[in-house]
């Protein structure tokens, strides 16, 4: 950034108070709260490339990316242009248009699913994937009401998927694969329907399909976490998850973090998975509201208005979202090489946190897969919700402070994804690590 931050949160704070007295927490999505970390949340003025400047013009190195969405940067001139252009023609029309088509053509060519619908967000995209599986697997069984997910796994706010999204309380009911809300208004009922295993254990996931198989429509996963901070599936968990097909459930690949993030495929692509349905969100719709989901033409032909399971939207397919979505989608396809410099960069980064802790003298475990990082603050490797859980988060809040107080805007939480962008460069590598170094010294002051 060009612009040194100096400590002035004046106008963010004044914001922040206005904000809590008509928007609870004065947030309109929990973690932009700072709760986890302290300190006064960052009113976002404007974003441009790599950065983002605050409402007192402060400007940061950005590495949240609207929490994925941006993949090509901040005020992509496509990206912009596209959305202007179709301003011009109205905001919103309730009927089909020509962009629906084309980005539906272009998705489903990029990821190989046959049919695709659109909807608003990441949350409707599964919220109505699962109700497809129901309705499809039913249509043959009707027993089959109940769904896995993975414990620590995060698939959007729908009430079936609030259900063992990260408490470290491991109960023997959620061993034997029943599962509480983890939110206050999902009632126990609504849980119960949803089973809980944990993410890498094929043995665990082998078990349950054993026990109750005949009973599940749908396995839910995120292909590579990014919600529990970064988590990389090995490849005997990813056999296991293949192997619910064979009892009759259908498996759901999550991608809405991932999707065109880890590759043009997504971690599909990139990890070779053959999902039945796939969700996806955020890069889809290159920073405007959009969520989607997709597979075999046999399963989506069960969707309204020919099939019997409903599912509907007032701006889906919205026009300024479609044209957003397709500029993206498009540079990505243009300049796929893209995915390799975000590989580069964000491994370079990973490397450098890693011989940093190291020198300062902190425990620090670093998972990276394309241009997903999480720094977890302890000693050991994670692959699970309980091993991340370990992390120390105090120390991890003291990091966050010292870089941002630094310019550079880390994900406030310690169990989330970075994201890095088309527009980092490697002098923000550097301006990063240099940032890094003394947040490191700060993090160890008790
Ligand atoms: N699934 C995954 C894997 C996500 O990361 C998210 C959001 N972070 C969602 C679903 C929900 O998407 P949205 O916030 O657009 O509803």
């Given at each position: 950034p060009d612009q040194a931050p100096g400590t002035s949160t004046a106008r963010s704070e004044a914001l922040f108070q206005r904000a809590q007295r008509v928007i609870p927490g004065g947030v309109?999505?929990?973690?932009?709260?700072?709760?986890?970390?302290?300190?006064t949340p960052r009113f976002i003025a404007s974003a441009n490339g790599a950065t983002l400047t605050d409402a007192d013009g402060q400007t940061y190195l950005d590495y949240i990316g609207s929490w994925g969405p941006m993949i090509l940067g901040h005020n992509h001139p496509a990206v912009r242009e596209a959305i202007v252009e179709a301003a011009q023609s109205g905001t919103s029309f309730g009927a089909p248009s020509e962009r629906e088509v084309l980005l539906a053509e272009l998705v489903t060519r990029l990821t190989g699913t046959e049919k695709v619908r659109f909807v608003s967000s990441g949350t409707e995209a599964t919220m109505s994937a699962l109700r497809l599986a129901r309705g499809f697997t039913g249509h043959s069984s009707p027993e089959r009401k109940y769904t896995v997910k993975f414990r620590g796994n995060y698939h959007g706010h729908a009430d079936a998927l609030l259900v063992e999204a990260g408490s470290g309380l491991m109960t023997n009911a959620a061993a034997l694969g029943q599962a509480a809300p983890s939110s206050a208004g999902v009632p126990p009922e609504y849980a119960a329907l949803t089973l809980v295993a944990d993410y890498n254990d094929p043995a665990g996931l082998d078990r349950l399909i054993q026990e109750r198989g005949h009973e599940i429509a749908a396995v839910i996963f995120e292909?590579?976490?990014?919600?529990?901070?970064v988590l990389i599936p090995s490849a005997e968990f990813l056999a296991a998850l293949h192997r619910v097909k064979a009892a009759g459930a259908l498996l759901i690949a999550d991608e809405v973090m991932t999707g065109f993030r880890l590759s043009l495929r997504g971690a599909s692509g990139l990890l070779n998975l053959e999902p039945d349905l796939t969700c996806w969100g955020k890069i889809i719709g290159g920073g405007l509201p959009v969520g989607a989901y997709g597979g075999r033409a046999e399963i989506m032909d069960f969707v309204s208005p020919i099939g019997p399971v409903y599912q509907a939207g007032t701006l889906s397919g919205n026009p300024l979202a479609m044209a957003a979505g397709l500029a993206t989608l498009r540079e990505l396809e243009r300049d796929p090489d893209i995915y390799t410099r975000l590989e580069r960069y964000t491994a370079a980064l990973g490397e450098g946190l890693t011989s940093l802790a190291a020198e300062a003298g902190l425990p620090l475990t670093v998972n990276q897969i394309g241009s997903m990082l999480t720094a977890f603050f302890l000693e050991g490797e994670v692959h699970d919700y309980g091993q991340a859980a370990r992390a120390d988060t105090a120390a991890f809040g003291r990091w966050f402070q010292a870089l941002l107080g630094a310019g550079v805007y880390w994900a406030p939480s310690q169990f989330e994804s970075i994201f890095v962008s088309g527009a980092h460069r490697e002098v923000d590598l550097d301006f990063t690590l240099t940032a890094a170094k003394q947040a490191f010294s700060a993090a160890k002051e008790r």
């Amino acid at each position: 950034p060009d612009q040194a931050p100096g400590t002035s949160t004046a106008r963010s704070e004044a914001l922040f108070q206005r904000a809590q007295r008509v928007i609870p927490g004065g947030v309109n999505s929990p973690v932009r709260a700072f709760k986890s970390v302290g300190g006064t949340p960052r009113f976002i003025a404007s974003a441009n490339g790599a950065t983002l400047t605050d409402a007192d013009g402060q400007t940061y190195l950005d590495y949240i990316g609207s929490w994925g969405p941006m993949i090509l940067g901040h005020n992509h001139p496509a990206v912009r242009e596209a959305i202007v252009e179709a301003a011009q023609s109205g905001t919103s029309f309730g009927a089909p248009s020509e962009r629906e088509v084309l980005l539906a053509e272009l998705v489903t060519r990029l990821t190989g699913t046959e049919k695709v619908r659109f909807v608003s967000s990441g949350t409707e995209a599964t919220m109505s994937a699962l109700r497809l599986a129901r309705g499809f697997t039913g249509h043959s069984s009707p027993e089959r009401k109940y769904t896995v997910k993975f414990r620590g796994n995060y698939h959007g706010h729908a009430d079936a998927l609030l259900v063992e999204a990260g408490s470290g309380l491991m109960t023997n009911a959620a061993a034997l694969g029943q599962a509480a809300p983890s939110s206050a208004g999902v009632p126990p009922e609504y849980a119960a329907l949803t089973l809980v295993a944990d993410y890498n254990d094929p043995a665990g996931l082998d078990r349950l399909i054993q026990e109750r198989g005949h009973e599940i429509a749908a396995v839910i996963f995120e292909p590579v976490v990014g919600n529990a901070g970064v988590l990389i599936p090995s490849a005997e968990f990813l056999a296991a998850l293949h192997r619910v097909k064979a009892a009759g459930a259908l498996l759901i690949a999550d991608e809405v973090m991932t999707g065109f993030r880890l590759s043009l495929r997504g971690a599909s692509g990139l990890l070779n998975l053959e999902p039945d349905l796939t969700c996806w969100g955020k890069i889809i719709g290159g920073g405007l509201p959009v969520g989607a989901y997709g597979g075999r033409a046999e399963i989506m032909d069960f969707v309204s208005p020919i099939g019997p399971v409903y599912q509907a939207g007032t701006l889906s397919g919205n026009p300024l979202a479609m044209a957003a979505g397709l500029a993206t989608l498009r540079e990505l396809e243009r300049d796929p090489d893209i995915y390799t410099r975000l590989e580069r960069y964000t491994a370079a980064l990973g490397e450098g946190l890693t011989s940093l802790a190291a020198e300062a003298g902190l425990p620090l475990t670093v998972n990276q897969i394309g241009s997903m990082l999480t720094a977890f603050f302890l000693e050991g490797e994670v692959h699970d919700y309980g091993q991340a859980a370990r992390a120390d988060t105090a120390a991890f809040g003291r990091w966050f402070q010292a870089l941002l107080g630094a310019g550079v805007y880390w994900a406030p939480s310690q169990f989330e994804s970075i994201f890095v962008s088309g527009a980092h460069r490697e002098v923000d590598l550097d301006f990063t690590l240099t940032a890094a170094k003394q947040a490191f010294s700060a993090a160890k002051e008790r």
